[in-house]
């Protein structure tokens, strides 16, 4: 049984331009076609039980839509092998109203990412967010440190997530990226201590693929953790607080799975990271899918 915490999708009709312009800005490349049946494919092809979405409201408008469609992808439970978080944006006009009705239809949780929103994680309309879905029990994906496609902007950096929990008060969060992006050493630091933070494998583990464009070259600018430091880090959280996360499209889901696999850490930690970190923080919405077609 392994659960997948960090993917992503888009529509059908905007997937190919979606990924296109991606790929460009990031200069790395996709391992699916960034669809629900393309990421359904690729977790046959890793033998993923279930895949957790996590979509990215980048405007204020697409919240609605977004939430809409999480509930369309949620309500199909068996059939699908996939669920997924809701979307909020900080400038949405009815955060609150908004945050409600994710609640109210089941979604466990919902995804902030601060660089692609242009608003800095410390900002007030951002810890307003994180307050409001404590005091209504969601969970926080949250992208954390730097983002391959703005390497220099710091709206997701540990030290500006630290002080927004600090403002916020009691929420769960998942922190993408095993804590922070390229900033994993600081992440240890501000967040191994705190109980209610939880990292994701997601994008961290060996070298990102170039997507061919020359930016790249392929070589030790590609690296990101090695697998020795990548073990050092789940003790330093314990892997009670790590969860699997591929990043899909943007990482190959087999190839994260061998990867984690292969790390030589003990068969309990192991089995927290694939899978019981995941069914203890999701509950019943893992239920739904652990029959999914996926396996089949």
Same mark, same amino acid.
């Given at each position: ?10 529509p ?7 990924? +296109?312009?991606l790929s460009?800005? %990031? ?5 699916? #076609?960034?669809?629900?049946?393309g990421?359904? $494919?690729?977790?046959?092809?890793a ?13 204020? +408008?697409?919240?609605? %839509? ?13 059939? $699908? ?10 400038a &949405? ?8 009705r994710i ?5 466990? *949780?919902?995804?902030?990412?601060p ?29 954390? *440190?730097?983002?391959?496609? &703005?390497?220099d ?5 540990? $030290? ?14 998942i922190?993408?990226?095993?804590g ?21 494998? $997601? ?7 170039p997507? *061919?464009? *020359? /930016? /790249? ?5 590609c ?8 073990? #050092? ?10 969860l ?6 943007? %990482? ?9 696999m ?5 068969? #309990? ?9 995941? +069914?203890?923080?999701?509950?019943g919405?893992?239920? %739904? ?8």
């Amino acid at each position: 049984m392994i659960i997948d915490v960090h993917t992503h999708t888009f529509p059908e009709k905007i997937a190919a331009h979606a990924l +296109e312009v991606l790929s460009h800005n %990031s200069h790395t490349r996709p391992f699916s #076609d960034g669809t629900v049946p393309g990421l359904r $494919a690729s977790m046959r092809e890793a033998g993923i039980t279930c895949s957790v979405i996590q979509p990215v409201a980048t405007k204020p +408008e697409q919240v609605r %839509s977004i939430n809409d469609t999480a509930v369309a992808i949620n309500s199909q439970g068996e059939s $699908a092998g996939v669920i997924s978080f809701g979307g909020i944006h900080p400038a &949405f006009v009815d955060v609150d109203g908004e945050l409600e009705r994710i609640r109210e239809a089941g979604i466990l *949780g919902v995804k902030i990412h601060p660089v692609y929103q242009g608003v800095a994680i410390d900002d007030e309309r951002c810890v307003r967010i994180l307050r409001l879905c404590g005091e209504l029990g969601l969970l926080v994906m949250m992208h954390a *440190g730097y983002d391959i496609g &703005f390497p220099d902007d710091d709206s997701a950096s540990p $030290a500006r997530i630290a002080r927004a929990l600090d403002m916020a008060g009691s929420v769960r969060v998942i922190l993408a990226h095993m804590g922070g992006w390229r900033c994993w050493n600081e992440a240890v630091r501000l967040f191994a201590g705190r109980e209610n933070v939880y990292v994701d494998s $997601a994008f961290s583990l060996g070298k990102f693929t170039p997507n *061919g464009d *020359g /930016y /790249y070259s392929g070589g030790d600018e590609c690296m990101m953790l090695r697998d020795d430091e990548f073990a #050092d880090m789940v003790r330093a959280f314990g892997s009670e607080r790590v969860l699997f996360g591929t990043d899909s499209p943007w %990482s190959s889901q087999a190839d994260t799975v061998r990867a984690v696999m292969s790390l030589g850490l003990a068969e #309990d930690e192991t089995g927290n990271i694939m899978y019981n970190n995941a +069914e203890s923080l999701l509950g019943g919405m893992i239920t %739904s899918v652990r029959s999914n077609p996926s396996q089949e």
